[in-house]
């Protein structure tokens, strides 16, 4: 749950000059809310007036390291305490490259930059793999993916909208032969896409857990079917295996209190009789 403090930051400091539309505050929240108090590294491409760095650094709070990038000299002037600028095109790699040695793991990057197509596949092809391994990257004001003069366009190739779909193929790598295992499949938890907002949410992707439960047929009174693990792959990290161990726990204990309850030593006796004729 979120305490709404986006919408009211904005809205009680008209004077900063933070240019968003109002559907972003939600969704930034939804996404970003754990990072609060967490002293992360944030990343916004595009600096303008610099409201939105202010905003951000109220919003993380005591620690915050916001990093803005412009390529306007001009922006500077913004710089503060938790506050850098670095003035370069978001899309050269070379001027990228000095951001990172300074900032070598971001943990959030939102690209409010040029808007252009090229722009934003160069950043986040050389960006993405920088990102903390649960860490977000953030593209708004993407309905420039629909408009010409940003080099977008309707199923354009080469708009960042198509790239997103590729990306959309890549994070299910894993169901298909065709699909190369990529370091993108291996980071990538989600792809969240809204009215002009993509999100990439990241953490580290292992094999998958499979589980299967018995099935009751429409119509026959059974007891309640003792949950089946079909087929457990534990993925290689910690995070994972805790969390299927636990649901292993969880299926175990299921399954003895099932095994212990009234209503299956009551039907023992049918169980009995269906494999004494054969059936199973």
Not at 87 to 113: C, H, S, W
Not at 229 to 252: C, F, G, K, M, N
């Amino acid at each position: 749950m979120t305490d709404g403090f986006l919408h009211r930051y904005f809205l009680n400091h008209g004077n900063l000059g933070v240019h968003k539309w109002t559907h972003y505050f939600d969704i930034y929240e939804r996404h970003l809310e754990r990072f609060r108090a967490k002293k992360p590294v944030v990343v916004e491409i595009g600096v303008a007036s610099g409201g939105s760095l202010q905003m951000w650094k109220a919003y993380f709070g005591e620690g915050a390291r916001v990093v803005g990038i412009d390529i306007n000299p001009d922006c500077r002037q913004h710089e503060e305490e938790g506050i850098e600028i670095f003035i370069g095109e978001q899309g050269d790699a070379r001027f990228l490259e000095t951001v990172l040695e300074r900032y070598p793991l971001i943990d959030i990057v939102i690209d409010d930059g040029s808007h252009v197509m090229k722009d934003m596949i160069a950043s986040f092809e050389h960006l993405y793999d920088r990102v903390s391994p649960d860490g977000v990257y953030l593209v708004e004001d993407t309905h420039t993916c629909y408009w010409d003069r940003y080099g977008g366009g309707l199923k354009r190739a080469g708009s960042f909208m198509e790239f997103v779909k590729d990306r959309l193929d890549d994070i299910n790598a894993a169901h298909c032969a065709d699909l190369p295992d990529s370091r993108f499949s291996r980071s990538t938890s989600s792809i969240n896409v809204y009215d002009s907002v993509v999100v990439f949410e990241k953490r580290p992707q292992g094999r998958r857990l499979s589980i299967e439960t018995g099935a009751v047929q429409e119509g026959t009174v059974q007891p309640s079917p003792v949950p089946q693990i079909a087929e457990v792959r534990l993925p290689p990290d910690r995070a994972e295996i805790d969390s299927a161990l636990r649901r292993i726990d969880e299926l175990e204990a299921a399954k003895s209190a099932l095994l212990g309850s009234t209503s299956w030593k009551v039907t023992a006796p049918l169980r009995s009789m269906r494999r004494l004729f054969g059936r199973s």
